[in-house]
């Protein structure tokens, strides 16, 4: 695999890729944990008196410059990290830009304007890709969460200049899932929920050969469950997957893996924040209730299937734990996480959410900073963004 160490960087314009997609209030940055993931790489290139050029998308602005999505505010908050001065452009290309990177001095930091702000970028148009390559001499990827895209600058451009290496944070990740896919301590245990089946088919699919116990909890738990021939109540069931969860189970079954759902659950009337939040014992649903969170006995189970594991992925919570009334299953499942010794990797999107809401995600192994890209490394697919710099 191709290492940031093991190319040439002094004096030369580096092309860095990262994922500074953070949200904005009030002209200001309001969460900065996307760019302090990116300052390892950032000091590494500087310390080696690279001239470098960081450049990201911010927000959906559909090919054409916005107000609301420039990058300025967050320069902003990079300057004030890194403890220097960050140049921020109001365009990504042409000859501004390409002005701005030749005079840049070594170990100069600038962040070009949104990529986002042209259609070139997510179309991979050749013509994007020729004009970003005027503005460097080589380029690192450290943007996991958009490695599953294959955009200008994350497939074009790293091929074009026909060179490039991963940033310590795409290290990371890869390190972190490779030690889930491809060599788990045993027990190894896949906490999967969230709201739709259709979105886990594939990691099911690809994970019961792999893992020792499935934990299957929020939304898509009802499907499993009606599949199981239990009543759900109106709690949301995929019907059209009622089979394949069947399927699921059986080759789970087959291969000796665990396939553990909620026995209790938190229900109310209808999917309200304000709703009042009720128990019901055994797995079965009453008439007129949908399941919202797993209840205290699931907890329990999961809670303690979790805490003597060898390895653990997490992906998806286990209820609406956006709203205080039924957080406390997916909390309960991120104090267990804690608490495991083995290895934990949570695996971004909602999942990472969670954990950073619960002030626990200094205690595992790993959150991933990519929701899209984790579930199809989960899927067992091929990165475009990883496959071009030589990743894997």
Known sequence: MNRIEGIDVAGKRVFVRVDFNVPLEGGAVADDGRIRAALKTIAFLRARKARVIL???????????????????????????LGAPVAALRECVGPDAEAAANSLAPGGVLLLE????????????????????????????????TCHRAHASTVGLPLKLGRGAPGYLIDKEIA???????????PFVAVLGGAKVADKIPILTNLVPKVNALVIGGGMAYTFLRARGIEVGTSRVEADLV???????????????????????????????????????????????????IGPETRRRFAARVETAGTVLWNGPMGV?????????TRAVAEALARCKGTTVVGGGDSAAAIEKFGLSQKVTHVSTGGGASLELLEGRELPGLKAIGAI
Request: with cysteine; proline share 8%; charged share 30%.
């Open 176 to 186: 972190a899932f490779d030690a889930v896919l491809k060599n788990p301590k045993r």
């Open 243 to 293: 089979g394949t969860a069947k399927e699921i189970m059986e080759s789970a079954r087959a291969s000796g893996v665990e396939v553990m759902l909620p026995s209790d659950h938190l229900v109310a009337e209808r999917f309200d924040e304000a709703a009042q939040p009720q128990e019901v014992a055994g797995p079965a649903l009453p008439a007129g209730r949908m399941g919202l969170d």
């Open 321 to 329: 734990f956006e709203w205080p009334a039924f957080a406390g299953g």
């Open 55 to 81: 450049a990201s998308h911010l927000g959906r602005p559909k090919g054409k410059p916005e107000e609301a999505s420039r990058m300025a505010p967050v320069a902003a908050r990079l300057a004030e990290l």
């Open 114 to 145: 949104n990529l986002r702000f042209h259609a070139g970028e997510e179309k991979n148009d050749p013509a994007f890709v020729d004009r970003l390559a005027r503005l460097c001499d080589t380029y690192v990827n450290d943007a996991f969460g």
